[in-house]
């Protein structure tokens, strides 16, 4: 049952380390073209070229 003591404020911390990183993320604008990212991971790099 003690371990619950540690075991509860690291679930915590790393929900909110998460938490604070997709917030990050959001309000550095990482998810806003997701369609274009998707289009340049499989777009031809001899087509762009030309």
């Not at 990183?21 to 998810?31: M, R, S």
Request: hydrophobic content about 55%.
């Amino acid at each position: 049952m003690t371990v619950i003591i540690y075991l509860l404020p690291v679930a915590l911390f790393l929900g909110l380390l998460g938490l604070g990183a997709f917030l990050w993320c959001l309000k550095d604008h990482q998810y806003d073209d997701l369609k274009g990212a998707a289009y340049r991971a499989v777009m031809d790099q001899d087509a762009a070229e030309d």
